[in-house]
């Protein structure tokens, strides 16, 4: 069945993240509004960078996002807290395109973004040529679950078949877009994942499409 529509993993296969929170300084800052880390499982700063994405796909925007984070801690941010907590996150919370990213203009297929993550946290990167940027606030449904590419079809009306995902998260992007008959093709920049999967094909660069689709 013929490709008529490419759908694009975000995070690790169009952009990467250039600057990330110092989490030492992070959790200092929250530790000064009153949240207690003694009454949660992370382990500092392993873990408090990571757990952000919990609250961030929950989100509506940078502020919303730190009501949810005092809400783990059963309090409510006062305005200071929930500025500096956002100006910080703003700041140091910045992500950029790959350089390969411009050679997806040239594919002459409808294009749409597929993302755990909400709009807010990338609404500083210019996306053009993309029908929609689905993120779980329109699929109702974070990868990999199932509903997240069930929901992209119903929103295109389109069939599995007529899919191709692509994704840098062998479990995240491609073993469930297979599962539900999407083609689907693994982004390994590194060339580090180990597949035993033969049918599952691999790119190191999104310039690789080109050629493939062509």
Sequence with gaps: ????????????????????????KFLGILEKFGC???NLNWK?????????NDFFYKARDWEDSVRLIFKRFKKRP???????ITSFLK??????????FAFIKKLSFRKAILTDAPKFIFSNITLNGFE???????VKAIKPDL??????????????????????????????????GMKAILIDRSNSIKIKDSSVKKINSLKELKKILS
């Design 1 to 24: 069945m013929k490709i008529k529509l490419i759908l694009f993993d975000f995070f690790g296969t169009l952009v990467f993240l250039s600057k990330k929170p110092d989490p030492l």
């Design 36 to 38: 207690n880390f003694n």
């Design 44 to 52: 500092r700063e392993e873990e408090s960078l990571s757990s952000l």
């Design 78 to 84: 006062s305005g200071k807290a929930i500025q500096e």
């Design 91 to 100: 700041k140091n919370l910045v992500f950029k395109l790959y350089k390969d």
């Design 132 to 138: 929609k940027i689905l993120t779980p606030l329109e």
């Design 147 to 180: 509903k997240a590419f069930l929901s992209a079809l119903k929103i295109f009306k389109i069939k599995p078949g007529e899919v191709l995902m692509i994704g840098d998260d062998l479990e995240g992007d491609i073993i469930p877009a297979r599962k539900i």
